[in-house]
């Protein structure tokens, strides 16, 4: 504890027994984090009162301060010291577009070969109904076609060389090579396409070969910013890992004590009683046995009092804000993609007021009307491996490749586990209007052709791992939608 909060402590227990009051640890400690210079001496008094009420010899609980904190939130709304605040009086509107619950593994081989077929078709469709793939031929069909003649095929890519591409189709494998003197756009393209990908090919056949011309991305279609028409905002945040000794446990109880009203200038006050939502990209706790020797950087070594403990953190976040979660790949569901909501036996409790609601990895709802696509984004690792305009520290460009490939995880085979069997359901056939994903711990937010991208940082200092990757984190900072307009800010509880 910090020499400021030991002299709060003295403040606080000076006070207390002034009242005659004795404060058991829990409830001194609530009142150490809320302290507020200019609403202490009330809400001692209240207490006071209280306590004498109930006939409990003037010990104050933790569960009677954080009422009367709660009621003063309440009161701060009701009263109109922030007119402006209209989250509260707002009902919520939440509609879930897409989630996936547990399938049974399988590894049937015909089931695999019919995943990827599904995505072929998927992505063929989207290519098909939003380019000129005028004249298409298959690409049976395109080798067997006499030189000098000129078409466009869809191909998912199998490997990728210097000077050739391997592709398929649901039928053949084939070369397309790639000309020595190829355009600059081209070249970029190709330096971008990963493993798995489907896309569209315009070629020309030269000595019984195939040439590319140029590749066309499926992509999202330019689109305007979508907007709702009540004046509510949605914080975004990501990457907590409660139970790590590196979570920064401080900054998330100030954003909580924010939320509820309290600390910060002005303008933050009344961006915080505008939060009507809070979406969490995954990555609640620390877990246990993630990676060797997770152990010794544990603070909690129990997963499922990891989950009990940030629960108990979250449930101080008032009533009227809707919390969505979905798992991480260190949270506890299974690894695989599509993952299915963080198994009930931990979040069971935290759903039974009915303001959490516990999604899949990946997943897609619609707040007032604007949809959100949340994924995590452990792919993103994948995706800086084998695209040369991806990195760690900037994961808005592997975010983008995603939306121009309308796929959250194409490489097959690398570290992101797929549950590769039946439908291919991390497609995006849907366009969003926010795409948020977390997962490499670096804030990053941008407009791309009127989506919204965001990747929401962490709660986590820098680690030993993080030290060995090069990569720096930004830690205690989330973001803030408005969805009347699409304003977007980032705030930081630092």
């Known amino acids: 504890m910090t020499q400021d909060k030991e002299a709060v402590k003295r403040k606080i227990l000076t006070e207390a027994a002034r009242r005659g009051m004795l404060l058991n640890p829990e409830a001194l400690s609530m009142l150490v984090e809320n302290y507020d210079e200019t609403s202490i001496q009330s809400l001692l008094d209240k207490l006071a009162g209280k306590a004498g009420e109930q006939g409990s010899n003037l010990v104050v609980s933790k569960e009677m301060v954080a009422q009367l904190i709660g009621d003063r939130a309440r009161s701060e709304v009701s009263i109109g ?7 509260r009086d707002v009902e919520a509107k939440v509609e879930v577009l897409k989630t ?9 081989l015909e089931a695999r070969r019919q995943y990827f077929v599904d995505r072929y078709r998927k992505i063929s469709s989207i290519l098909r109904s939003r380019a000129d793939l005028s004249p298409y031929y298959s690409l049976r069909k395109a080798r067997s076609l006499p030189d000098g003649s000129e078409g466009k095929t869809i191909v998912m890519l199998y490997e990728k060389h210097e000077n050739y591409l391997v592709v398929e189709d ?10 020595k003197d190829c355009s600059r756009d081209l070249r ?15 070629f020309r056949v030269s000595g019984s070969k195939l040439f590319c011309r140029s590749l066309i991305f499926p992509d999202v279609p330019l689109k305007k910013i979508g907007m709702a028409d009540e004046d509510v905002s949605v914080l975004m945040t990501s990457d907590i890992h409660f139970g790590s000794q590196k979570f920064s446990e401080k900054a998330f109880r100030r954003m909580v004590r924010w939320l509820r009203g309290g600390g910060l200038n002005e303008r ?28 010794k950087e544990l603070q909690v070594k129990d997963v499922g009092k990891q989950y009990e403990m940030l629960l108990e953190i979250l449930s101080q976040i008032p009533d009227y804000i809707k919390m969505i979660v979905i798992p991480g790949n260190h949270d506890a569901a299974p690894r695989a993609l599509p993952q299915p909501p963080i198994f009930r036996e931990y979040m069971g409790r935290a759903g039974s007021n ?15 009307g604007v949809r959100f696509l949340v994924y995590h984004g452990t792919s993103m690792e994948d995706i800086a491996t084998f695209s040369k305009n ?24 690398s570290r992101t586990p797929l549950l590769t069997q039946g439908a291919d359901e991390l497609v995006v056939e849907d366009v969003p209007d926010v795409f948020h994903t977390g997962h490499v711990h670096v804030f990053r937010s941008r407009v791309y052709k009127g989506i919204r991208l965001v990747n929401s940082g962490t709660w986590q200092e820098r680690t030993k791992y ?6 720096m984190p930004t830690p205690n900072v989330a973001g803030i939608l408005e969805l009347k307009n699409g304003g977007f800010s980032e705030i930081s509880f630092a």
Not at 102 to 108: A, C, I, L
Not at 170 to 179: F, Q, V
Not at 276 to 284: E, H, N, R, S, T
Not at 466 to 471: H, T
Request: with cysteine; aromatic share 6%; net charge negative.
């Open 188 to 202: 970029e393209k190709i330096d971008r396409l990963i493993p798995d990908s489907v896309v569209g090919v315009s």
């Open 466 to 471: 993080q030290e060995q990757m090069g990569i």
């Open 81 to 87: 010291v922030h007119p402006q605040v209209l989250a």
């Open 268 to 295: 933050e006050r009344s961006q915080a009683f505008k939060i009507k939502y809070i979406v969490i990209a995954g990555d609640l706790v620390d877990g246990v046995g993630i990676y060797p020797q997770q152990e």
């Open 390 to 413: 991806a990195s760690y520290d900037k994961p808005d460009n592997s975010m983008e490749l995603m939306l121009q490939l309308r796929h959250l995880a194409p490489v097959y085979g």
């Open 170 to 179: 649901p039928e053949i494998t084939a070369k397309i090579m790639i000309p």
């Open 100 to 108: 996936y619950e547990v399938k049974p593994f399988s590894d049937d």
């Open 354 to 368: 009915g303001n959490l609601l516990s999604l899949s990895n990946p997943c897609m709802v619609s707040l007032h």
